[in-house]
Every structure is written in C-alpha cells, then in structure tokens.
T-cell receptor, first 115, second 110 residues
C-alpha cells in the first residue's frame, strides 16, 4: 500500500545483542527519517538524511547508529539497548524541493522489545 | 510556547456529529501545514495538506489562520471509522524538518 517498507516488523532482543532495522523507499524521494514512538507518547525525530547530509537529534543515545548508503535505503543499527528503548520505530521519506521539507510518507514501523 | 500544540483529547462524539480540532504553532514563518491520521499501533498517514485558502475533502475541511497562527480540522457526519489520533504537522521554515504535534484522540461512538 505504501511506498516505504520496513523490516523486520517485530523484533525482540536482549540488551547485549546487536541488530539492524532496514527501511526502503520506492517513491524516488531524496530525504529519509527515523522516528521513535513510545507508548502513548508523541513522535520523536531521531535522524534525518537529506541531500547527502545528516541531521540528528542530539538527545538520541549513541547506541543508535544510522546509515544511509543511498537515497532509497536507510538503516538503524542497534547495540547494547536498554528496556526503555522498547518502542515503535518508524521510517519515513519525503521530497525536498528548493530546500523545503514536504509531506512525509511513513513505513509500517518496527515494533521493538528490549528484554 | 511549544512549536506545535494540540488539545490531546480524547474527544468522544456520537456517530453523525461534527467535531473540530484546533492546533497552534509558534513560528510565524512556518510555510507548510498538514493533518495526519494515526490509527492505534499503526503508522501516521497523510490526511490532507492545509492551504491558505482552506480546503475540503469530502467530510473533512482544513483551514489556516496565519494571523492567529492556528490550523483547524473539521469532520462532519462522523463515522466509527474516523476514530483515530489526528496529528497536526507544521514545517517551521524551509530548511527545518516537519514538526509533529502530540495528536488529538478522537473516539466516535455508536
């Protein structure tokens, strides 16, 4: 239905594990985003990749590491997470035109549980 | 003042009712405005963009008031399927990513 796919859809990991979340957009957009949404909390922007530059929320811990190899793919590498990192992780993409951020389209999310 | 503020609700309304949500934004230079809908445990989906002249899509009407820095969403003839959280979204300026409000929860009751 949407042009943004995410894998896996569900992930359970221990605090010592290393895992990666993957996002792919098929919309020809030039900007991609990672958001965190905890239960009953608003969306929290974690990282933005746009026109080969990265914008990050300085409050995001270093145990989250993004990677954007090209304009269609985005990864979020996870290591030594904490139980409070359990949340829905949403990827989104949009088209930047003349520097303006336009409407975003979201993937279905990865529901992460850290034990 | 927060960048984007919404009444969290919940708004509980009967089927067929008309309900309106307001959202205020702090940056007068904001350029783009949107309403998104998010169902429980799902991703946000674009409902409609908000244009300066106001716009309508079926039962949904969005309006922008730049002087007072607020946008509104009006839902007429509410359906059970309208139950969701409605997110107000603003682009503060050209080079800043979209800012999402915390959302207003709507429950339409039979």
């Amino acid at each position: 239905e949407t042009g943004v796919t995410q894998t896996p859809r569900h992930l359970v990991m221990g605090m010592t594990n290393k895992k990666s979340l993957k996002c792919e957009q098929h919309l020809g957009h030039n900007a991609m985003y990672w958001y965190k949404q905890s239960a009953k909390k608003p969306l929290e922007l974690m990282f933005v990749y746009s026109l080969e530059e990265r914008v990050e929320n300085n409050s995001v811990p270093s145990r989250f590491s993004p990677e954007c190899p090209n304009s269609s793919h985005l990864f979020l590498h996870l290591h030594t997470l904490q139980p409070e990192d359990s949340a829905l992780y949403l990827c989104a993409s949009s088209q930047r035109t003349s520097g303006t951020y336009n409407e975003q389209f979201f993937g279905p999310g990865t529901r992460l549980t850290v034990l | 003042r927060k960048e984007v503020e919404q009444d969290p609700g919940p708004f509980n309304v009967p089927e067929g009712a008309t309900v309106a949500f307001n959202c205020t934004y702090s940056n007068s230079a904001s350029q783009s405005f949107f309403w998104y809908r998010q169902d429980c445990r799902k991703e946000p989906k674009l409902l409609m963009s908000v244009y300066s002249s106001g716009n309508e899509d079926g039962r949904f009407t969005a309006q922008l008031n730049r002087a007072s820095q607020y946008i509104s969403l009006l839902i007429r003839d509410s359906k059970l399927s309208d139950s969701a959280t409605y997110l107000c979204v603003v682009s503060p300026s050209g080079n800043t990513p979209l800012v999402f409000g915390k959302g207003t929860r709507l429950s339409v009751i039979a």
